[in-house]
């Protein structure tokens, strides 16, 4: 007979096995299946992570480069590693040690978009833009730098 211990190493391997998580991601939903074993959830990960079969640094660095596929705001992609459990400091110096330039991916995502805009009066056009670059999480300091 499988222990508790097995079983949930199994269920996480085979989570981690279909896509990457952060531990928080993996926690979560491993606690879902065995919400009467937090204790040995965290043991499990911490021996996963001790193996490197659970990394959340790599596991950002890859959700970082899978997210500026396209041009991506500071604010989402700090928001979208929050959403999966990552610490905010490390994804801070990940972005700078992958020389992310949010002002680079923002006239990337300003150039495109400015084409497809119908809008003939300036005022509006222009709200257009700020509206749709806001929505890609640029910080408005970029935004304002990439419309002047």
Same mark, same amino acid.
């Given at each position: 007979?499988?222990?508790?211990h ?7 391997l ?8 952060s531990r928080?991601d993996?926690k ?9 074993e937090t204790?040995?959830?965290d043991?499990? $990960? &911490? ?6 079969? @659970?990394? *959340?640094?790599? =596991?950002? +660095? ?10 991506i ?7 979208e590693?929050?959403?999966?459990? $990552? &610490? ?6 990940l @972005?700078? *040690?992958?020389? =992310?330039? +949010? ?9 495109v ?6 809008e ?9 833009l ?17 419309l002047?």
């Open positions: 007979m499988r222990s508790m097995d079983k949930i190493w199994e269920s996480a085979k989570s981690i096995q279909v896509r990457q998580m928080s993996l979560r939903k491993l606690i879902t299946k065995f919400a009467d204790a040995e959830i043991l499990v $990960l &911490d021996e996963m992570e001790r193996v490197q079969l @659970l990394n *959340d640094k790599r =596991y950002a +660095e890859q959700l970082i480069n899978h997210l500026t596929q396209r041009p705001g500071r604010l989402k992609l700090m928001n590693a929050r959403k999966r459990g $990552l &610490d905010s400091d490390m994804v801070q110096g @972005l700078v *040690d992958l020389d =992310y330039n +949010e002002e680079s991916m923002a006239k990337q995502a300003f150039e978009k400015e084409k497809t805009i119908s003939d009066d300036p005022r509006k056009r222009k709200q257009k700020m509206m749709f670059m806001r929505g890609r999480g640029f910080t408005n300091a970029v935004i304002y730098s990439v002047k």
